[in-house]
Nanobody, 129 residues
Framework: QERVVESGGGLVQPGGSLRLSCAASGFTLEYYAIGWFRQAPGKEREAVSCISSSEYSAVYADSVKGRFTISRDFAKNTVYLQMNSLKPEDTAVYYC??????????????????????WGQGTRVTVSS
């Protein structure tokens, strides 16, 4: 029943910005962790950022720190990924994933793909001149 659908991808120039959306249905964000992942050609899927039910729990991969910001809107049941200062190496299909909060996990554990149970279909981001 739980589903997530990502949107907002597109083609942007280096240095530009995009905001991705992850719309959740079948559950409410306050009890779940949401992660953003990406996969580029020839590379494994990697974590970008994640956020839990705590507003202080956001975690970022080193490659995007200072450029990307994850946030949530409980009223819209949506998580966003604001991407600024985009680089060509950010080009990838971006995926949103969700999992129920596990009190045995630390915040950083939610950067692991294996902890997520529900995945979206992906939205493509291309950064090119």
């Amino acid at each position: 029943q739980e589903r997530v659908v990502e949107s907002g991808g597109g083609l942007v120039q280096p240095g530009g910005s995009l905001r991705l959306s992850c719309a959740a249905s079948g559950f409410t964000l306050e009890y779940y962790a949401i992660g953003w992942f990406r996969q580029a050609p020839g590379k494994e899927r990697e974590a970008v950022s994640c956020i839990s039910s705590s507003e202080y729990s956001a975690v970022y991969a080193d490659s995007v720190k200072g450029r990307f910001t994850i946030s949530r809107d409980f009223a819209k049941n949506t998580v966003y990924l604001q991407m600024n200062s985009l680089k060509p190496e950010d080009t990838a299909v971006y995926y949103c994933a969700a999992t129920r909060m596990n009190p045995q996990l630390a915040y950083i554990d939610y950067l692991q793909t294996g902890v997520y149970d529900w995945w979206g279909q992906g939205t493509r981001v291309t950064v090119s001149s």
